[in-house]
């Protein structure tokens, strides 16, 4: 009995959480740069490209940012704008690809702008656009490889991927089609520049996975759904990756089950000590840039538990 594409062998193969979403929870925060305005006109979406950093927003991809992306196949323009509007452009150049891939494929390459000359206007930077086709496009791609993810692991042939991308004395067999789908997938991942990126918040130091892109988390949630784990986040306790069971707070230390309780309270112990000397030693010099230099922590710390002492009335 065959399966019809789409969610339903998705979920026979195991891709899908039990709600059905494609999309690992991921200890990491990505900031890319967002539009302050997204508009659909003559069939694809506008944005201006800003000089200054203002337009950039802090976010933490969805658990359906996949499975939604994926979907815009078969949607119409508005609801193509609207997901466009909640996470902002995929990075599109003229040849419908992340225009990253000169890094890849050495052609030298950037956002598609709008006019000749292109339209700017004082304070922005340049009018830019990606076609809804373009977009579709990426999507497509993005649920054909879903569909074959699915169907590999299952140990169907695909016979129309096969046809597509054969080359002469190729037989379609389950290998060549485990490789084929390994190299498409890792096409997305160095189209996305997708890699390792140590990162620190309010003194914490993290491993996050991505790049500041759209693109680049959805490649990122893609390459976890082809090899079906549970997800990834680092343990503040031992330092080692772990499979969370829930989709981890960016803004919170994350244990694994091994450090787990013991750990949490561990460190909060040393953190409640670490405030009752930075309250301390407030009170005395009357600075906090003087209590980080004494206690050789970042002034940022020392700020935070200076906001947390009481009001003297």
């Known amino acids: 009995m065959m399966t019809h594409e789409g969610p339903g062998i998705w979920n026979e193969a195991a891709l899908t959480d039990d709600e059905g979403r494609l999309d690992r929870p991921l200890a990491a925060r990505a900031v890319w740069q967002m539009p302050t305005e997204v508009r659909l006109r003559h069939g694809r979406l506008e944005f201006w490209r800003h000089r200054t950093d203002h337009s950039y927003r802090r976010l933490t ?74 977009w ?40 060549w089609q485990e490789r084929s789908l390994v190299r498409a997938i890792n096409r997305w991942v160095e189209l996305g520049d997708v890699n390792v ?12 996975l991505g790049r500041a892109s759209l693109f680049s988390a959805l490649a990122t949630q893609l390459a976890f759904a082809t090899v079906r784990t549970r997800g990834f986040a680092v343990c503040v306790g031992c330092g080692r990756s772990f499979y ?31 405030k009752v000397r930075v309250q301390k030693l407030f009170r005395e010099l009357g600075s906090s840039r003087g209590v980080a230099r004494q206690l050789g922590i970042d002034v940022s710390i020392v700020n935070k538990y200076i906001r947390a002492m009481p009001r003297r009335g």
């Open 244 to 274: 969370p069971g829930r989709r981890p707070n960016p803004s919170r230390a994350n244990y694994c089950p091994t450090c787990g309780r013991s750990g949490a309270l561990r460190d909060a112990q040393r953190r409640r000590r670490l």
């Open 61 to 134: 991809p969805s658990r359906d940012l996949l499975t939604k992306f994926a979907g815009l196949v078969a949607s119409d323009e508005k609801v193509v704008l609207k997901y466009a509007q909640r996470w902002g452009p995929l990075g599109l150049c003229d040849h419908d690809v992340p225009f990253l891939h000169h890094a890849v494929e050495g052609r030298p390459c950037g956002p598609t702008r709008v006019g000749r000359p292109p339209i700017a206007e004082p304070g922005k930077h340049l009018l830019c656009c990606e076609s809804i086709a373009s």
């Open 136 to 175: 579709k496009k990426c999507a497509a791609e993005a649920r054909e490889l879903v569909n074959l993810s699915a169907k590999t692991h299952l140990g169907q042939l695909d016979r129309e991927w096969f046809l597509a991308r054969a080359e002469t004395g190729d037989k379609h067999t389950l290998g």
């Open 197 to 208: 990126w140590v990162t620190v918040q309010n003194g914490r130091f993290d491993i996050t």
